[in-house]
């Protein structure tokens, strides 16, 4: 994947993104895209009150995985790197 490939891909990730990220703050929390693998995995930090809830990680599938899936179909999952 080239450099301007992947630049293409997290913007449109992170716009993806803006659906849920009123969700999260809500409970004073957010999510930051770290990076993305040449495999597209897309890897995610957990920010504020989201780094340390339990529901994290159905948040991380129900919400975050299924919101970016949806504009990007040729992701191949999300992961939390916290």
């Not at 990220?21 to 009150?49: A, C, M, Q, S, Y």
């Not at 504009?71 to 939390?80: C, K």
């Amino acid at each position: 994947m080239s450099n301007t490939e992947k630049a293409d891909i997290l913007t449109a990730i992170d716009k993806a993104l803006d659906a849920v990220r009123p969700h999260l703050k809500v409970d004073g929390g957010d999510v930051e895209v770290i990076d993305i693998t040449d495999d597209k995995l897309v890897k995610v930090k957990w920010l504020g009150n989201c780094s340390s809830c339990n529901m994290s990680h159905f948040t991380m599938k129900a919400g975050i995985e299924q919101t970016i899936k949806s504009v990007l179909p040729e992701i191949t999952g999300v992961e939390a790197v916290n």
